[in-house]
């Protein structure tokens, strides 16, 4: 049975750092894509970022980019989610996913085409 676990998520102020892990199991992760979605109540899950099997090629939204930095070792099965200068807006609860086959740059950011998903881990920030 294929596991996503995340940890780390919590409670912090606006302008603080949290640093998110998500390792997965019951399968070789060592070609998968790996990344994250955050969910608000009622919304569908949005794209955050997501690395390649290798950890080259990386994407972000682009509400995160220059705060946020994710990272997959290569060929691995755990990929974390540095956030770092977070807003009350970043307030969800994240998700690790994992994608087979994943190639092309216009769909790391596709829910649609992950196959593989984490319960997931609250992350909340006051302001």
């Known amino acids: 049975q294929v596991q996503l676990v995340e940890t780390g998520g919590g409670l912090v102020q606006a302008g603080e750092s949290l640093t998110l892990s998500c390792v997965g199991s019951?399968?070789?992760?060592?070609?998968?894509?790996m990344g994250w979605f955050r969910q608000y109540p009622g919304k569908n899950r949005e794209f955050v970022a997501a690395?390649?099997?290798?950890?080259?090629?990386?994407f972000y939204a682009d509400a995160v980019k220059g705060r946020f930095a994710v990272s997959h070792n290569s060929g691995g099965n755990t990929v974390t989610l540095q956030m770092n200068s977070l807003k009350p807006e970043d307030t969800a609860a994240y998700h690790c996913?994992?994608?087979?086959?994943?190639?092309?740059?216009?769909?790391?950011?596709?829910?649609?085409?992950?196959?593989?998903w984490g319960q997931g881990t609250q992350v909340t920030v006051s302001s």
């Open positions: 019951g399968r070789d992760f060592s070609r998968l894509a």
């Open positions: 996913a994992a994608a087979i086959g994943m190639k092309y740059s216009n769909t790391f950011s596709d829910r649609a085409r992950y196959d593989y």
């Open positions: 690395a390649d099997w290798s950890g080259q090629r990386i």
